[in-house]
């Protein structure tokens, strides 16, 4: 199958499930809600070696938020329900409530369950926390050196998937690259998926363990690397590929990390330079999910 | 003593010893190597919640990097050495080696040892990777799906100062804010000093436990809440005084830190609305390093 | 009036005809249509100095361009419609078709007529211009060295609303300024307007004329300036008034200009420090439009 | 000569004597003296449509400006000196006076002559205009609605060079951008020089006159286009390049202009893809400078 030339393989991406929290950082300015949620979703690239998945999913201009103030959506992501309780307390009481003039506000529809971050977070007003009411949510006032920090009591969580993702193959990586971060500004318009990695990309890929040294949980995909093309006996990289970038996508749920895929799709093929797009599996026995690039048209 | 017709208390910032590691991150673009290490850096304010205190020291042009590409140093620090070992490694191996056309190399200056997270990393290649030399350092070229990533195998670091600080106290938020918007930028002219904090600046200060729940290790300094004045007894408050906003830095060394705090402060009380500098400490009991405001000038 | 403690002052902002175009550029990236959009739309906060007034409008997401690519509305206004074609064909010459991967589509619902930009840019292809049907547009390729430049034939305009203003006065620079940030991120969201002045601020007012220097056109407005609210004699400056920034909307009717009013100001009240809201006119007899302050509400 | 395996042309670019100006605008923090500066430099490409060539040329520190504020240093050039006079003028008192908390100050070393453009605009003033000493300058103080803004009375300039070149040849248009933004980031180090065009890059090149239409002073350079080098006969672009870019350069003088041809060259040759660096000229008839590539290492 060829959109606008280039080869889409008949492959799948495999996904899995994780917990997500989604949650609207506001602001006095766009700039400020950016500068707190950015610190918030920082090291927060895969939970192989991060303790988070964390990244920010959309803008939401001043008059549909909850205090008529710029804010940004960022959704935290991990496996195990207790790291996530832990790692979204600590980010927002460590990246958000120490920010500049931020409020947090619970983002997610249809939670499974709710945190009570919020909640917890109060303590730290020793006694002089408010709880108030606006537009129908119970919030917190903490107050701080600089004023008051809101937080909304309780925060939803839910069941969503992880892991989505899309290979860009290339004949040279700043045309991967370009086309990688064309695919990128296309999914930030996919409300409800972040893409995780440093500004969206990813520039490795690894496959589980190691052919050479056996302490080792992963190691470097060789089949996949350009430079190892001419090397590796069943390399997957074709004689006129040499530039490879993934875009991983965390989302709510499948529909919403198949909008993201395809929207970096779409994307990506309008770049010039950009040969074949495919996907990451482990055969399809490890995760929840098989997206099928085909079928995403 | 004044300058600027603005107070400068008599009091002094209490600091403390933390191990600093302190390395360059170049990419093909000033703006990917931007990326790579804000995403490196992040969740990085303060050790109290934070695995680490991270943030960018300063632009390194391409001219005077070790690769011929723009890059930028940033300081990741911990009390304890081991846990910043292992933050070196997982914030290199999750947030910059997946980056797009990263390299990593060496920028501490009169180590006190070195960590071998460039060493470890290598058996990531799975036995593909090399060892170069390039300008006289020890490299490894590690094969990734988009290129060979680049680092230095061994990352010096060193016994460094942390929480060195200053207090903005203004007639309102915003020329509190303004005022340390300010602070940060002439900071970030003073190399080996970062400012943790989301954007360098801090909204909230903590007492140690909590007067009312006793559970808790910190809580809201209440004597320094803008908003808390005229509630609580000995508010340290001034009556003219609504916005208050501090400063955190990290520095290699107390002269570091010092000039940071100097610089800080000039910047700061050029702002019109501003009406007092003071520091934060802990009647210096706890920390090694007292920084008397009124000896800097 | 107040509106959240803040005085609405009874008085009118006074607004003039203009001719508006309005494009739409698109680019391999987010950041690449900034950049054209950008350069186009410098040098131009008022025609009283400028050859324009001119700036971004929007962001429009791939899904929503005619070449599924990301881009950025601009508006480039003059009251000549001579010179707003010569400004439109130059800045769109100059700054977009010079710029890396741009093409420019006609953004304009409801044109009173429309300018043959294109038709006279496709010249530049010497020849080697082709005429293209892109989503029902008639659409000319005109090759680069980089690449093929697309911009649309026509490209419409219409009467608008130039001058929509309003005063924030805060007792403080920085208030004024943060509250003027805070507007400005609010009328973003207002379509089919801009805020041509640096960053969306104006630091100055002026008044026709000079009571000193008989050969000036304008001069600053001294009643208006906080340095002087002691000095001069009949200074409309309240006495707790230290600062005062004005935004100056152009928009496509006098609807998104009412719109963007009410948006920037109760976006500014919420900023501790603001004082009162006040707004710019000439006594009426000057403009076409009078947009009364507590109308808007 | 091949430098990286990037063959570089035996050719030389031909520059251009202009009149330069040179200024630096400070403001409270760095991001309102990047707005200023960016609003002042904008529409300003290249003489041809633009009515001057401008851009910023580097940041400085607060610690090395008269006002201990952070600045950026901008560079406005013309042809012709009255012209030059008018845009300063113009540039300065329309986007920089009006722009929030700025102040402006000469920053050319070895001035040919001095602009009044200070002495000129402190009549804005209106008799309000105070006469300063900062640092051993004379400045205007210059009263308007958000404070005062000051202006250094006069502003030098001197004959400096435009149109230093150099063209990035790369196997796609992906690899020469990439290349092209390497190249404007090493130069923004060459301090002394600008790259006008839109992020300092330039997508399109042009011929003088035109063959099919007469009308017309200039047109494409049909030779140079990717995308018809299989159309026309004496085609200047191999058979592997379908990607070229320009970076154009003005400087204080020839040597600055050379350092920034060389770093950009540097630069560029480091990003996989690019074949090629060539220059243009039109013969070495038109211009005063010819710089020839080879020569410059």
Redesign the interface.
């Known amino acids: 199958m060829e959109i606008n030339g280039v080869e889409i393989e008949d492959t799948f991406a495999e996904a899995f499930g994780i917990q997500v929290s989604r949650v609207l950082v506001t602001a ?5 809600a950016k ?2 949620a ?9 939970v ?4 988070a998945e964390a990244g920010i999913d959309c803008y939401v ?3 549909e938020t909850p205090d ?3 804010g940004y959506v960022i959704m935290i992501c991990n496996m195990d329900k207790k790291k996530l309780d832990h790692e979204l307390l ?2 927002v ?10 409020a947090v506000f619970d983002w997610m529809e249809d939670a499974d369950e709710k945190l009570t971050t919020g909640k917890k977070l109060k ?6 926390e408010k709880q108030l009411d606006i537009a129908g949510r119970t919030v917190f006032s ?8 809101l937080i909304e009591g309780e925060l939803g969580i839910r069941s969503g998937v992880a892991g989505g993702n899309l ?1 860009i193959m ?13 695919a990128v ?2 999914i ?2 996919v409300h409800g998926t972040i893409t995780p ?3 969206g ?6 496959k589980v363990g ?4 056996k302490f ?1 949980g ?5 089949k ?5 093309k001419d ?2 006996e069943d390399s997957q990289i074709p004689a006129d590929v ?5 875009i991983v996508i965390d989302g709510l749920d499948e529909e919403a990390v198949k909008a993201a895929m395809k ?1 970096g799709i ?2 990506a093929v ?4 950009v040969l074949r797009i495919s996907a990451g599996n482990f055969g399809g026995n490890l995760g929840a999910y098989q997206i099928k690039l085909q079928e995403l048209f």
């Open positions: 006095a300015t766009k700039k400020l500068i707190a950015t610190e918030a979703t920082g090291y927060g690239t895969s192989i070696g991060c303790p201009p001043p008059e008529g103030r710029p600590e980010r009481g460590m990246c958000i409530l120490t920010a500049a003039t931020t303590f730290f007003g020793d006694g002089y903490i107050p701080l050196m600089s004023g008051d920090f290979f290339a004949e040279n990586p700043a045309a991967g690259l370009l086309a990688a971060e064309a500004d296309a930030k318009a990695f440093p500004g990309i990813v520039a490795s890929g690894s190691s052919n050479k040294y080792l992963a190691s470097t995909n060789e996949m690397c350009v430079t190892l090397e590796v040499n530039g490879v970038y993934e929207a779409e994307a309008q770049v010039p330079g």
